[in-house]
């Protein structure tokens, strides 16, 4: 009897060992599991594998305030390697948890999968104090102050349409924080100023500077012109759009009316749940376009069918679609909680130990 029971202990370990596939972070997510970072940070996911093959995909699934979700898939490199990079760039404060799930094929063990990375958003200690408009005269002025600073400096970046115009620069900062500084540029446009610390990410501005005696126009130019569409949209039959951006940032809305769930594919191919307010506000978001496409499902929250009408501001166009539906899978609960840890790994060992409890205690 006991050395049927050791065996069926040996099978049952030999089962949970052959069955678990596992990876490590790299990084401080292998150190710890809750990580702290500002908004506008860019957090880097990266591990490594000794027994996932090379090809297989895992998915990166992110979960945040106000119903937040995103996915990312990763693919397993020569070496066990993969890695992919989430911006935060306008993204809420608070907590978001970090999951990596692998196929149905390659079940996970029980080692951690995930990581919480607490967001701060320091934005509200900046504050600019040149004008955000300036005339041309081949300089640009970015003066300002960030509280509870003092003199520690500021890393200062600035872009515009010829790329990058300064930094990424060390300026000095005096003891209530202030910092003044010139760039030099050569043509008018927009600007963005990127300013951090030692501790990461403080904020981001735009500037615009403009021609002399060249009158800024009261009205929107055709490039910030609004472009709207509409559809009837169930939970069981959705509405779909396809978007074309242009260069620069663009901003999305719904209609009121209907607690409406926006999910959207952007140009690179991210998936993006947005489902923060309710049938009272509009769920709105911003991206970056690139000139390429984007594709949106939208559909109420609950059974209720309606009109949604979706608002673009700075795109080329916004349609319905036929064809969009084959980008997106099934309808994914936000408020879904991602398993910690597979039962089946938990399970067998606890039944492998049971076994030999109920062996020692048997007499023969």
């Not at 990312?72 to 978001?96: C, I, K, P, S, W």
């Not at 002399?212 to 012109?225: F, K, L």
């Not at 939970?235 to 779909?240: I, M, S, T």
Request: overall charge negative.
């Amino acid at each position: 009897m006991k050395k049927i029971a050791l065996a069926s202990i040996l099978l049952l370990l030999c089962i949970s060992a052959a069955g678990a596939y596992s990876f490590q972070f790299i990084g401080p997510p292998r150190d710890s599991g809750s990580l702290t970072g500002y908004v506008g940070d860019a957090v880097v996911v990266e591990g490594v594998s000794q027994n996932i093959p090379p090809g297989v995909t895992l998915t990166l699934r992110v979960t945040g305030p106000g119903s937040y979700f995103l996915t990312r898939q990763m693919v397993v490199q020569n070496e066990g390697h993969f890695r992919t990079v989430v911006e935060t760039a306008g993204l809420r404060e608070g907590d978001y948890r970090f999951e990596i799930q692998a196929p149905g094929d390659y079940l996970l063990s029980s080692q951690r999968n995930w990581f919480i990375y607490r967001l701060v958003d320091r934005s509200l200690l900046l504050t600019i104090t040149s004008p955000l408009q300036q005339d041309y005269d081949g300089w640009l002025t970015i003066n300002g102050r960030v509280d509870e600073l003092g003199s520690g400096g500021i890393e200062l970046t600035v872009s515009g349409p010829a790329g990058i115009y300064f930094g990424p620069q060390w300026v000095s900062t005096d003891q209530m924080g202030r910092f003044f500084q010139e760039v030099r540029i050569d043509m008018e446009g927009t600007y963005s100023a990127q300013i951090a610390d030692r501790r990461g990410m403080i904020g981001a501005v735009e500037f615009q500077v403009v021609r002399e005696g060249i009158p800024i126009p009261v009205t929107p130019t055709p490039s910030q012109s609004i472009i709207s569409a509409s559809a009837t949209a169930s939970r069981e039959n959705p509405a779909y759009f396809v978007m074309q951006t242009r260069s620069g940032p663009a901003t999305i809305s719904t209609s009121l009316g209907i607690d409406w769930v926006i999910e959207y594919i952007d140009e690179s191919g991210t998936h993006h749940v947005i489902n923060e307010y309710g049938a009272d506000r509009a769920e709105t978001f911003t991206i970056e376009g690139n000139g390429g496409m984007i594709h949106i499902r939208a559909y109420p929250d609950g059974g209720e069918t309606g009109t949604v009408h979706i608002y673009g501001q700075n795109i080329v166009s916004l349609t319905t679609s036929t064809t969009a539906s084959d980008k997106f899978g099934d309808l994914v609960d936000p408020g879904h909680s991602p398993a910690e840890e597979s039962p089946a790994f938990i399970l067998m060992p606890l039944v492998a130990l049971a076994i030999l409890v109920i062996c020692l205690v048997k007499k023969p």
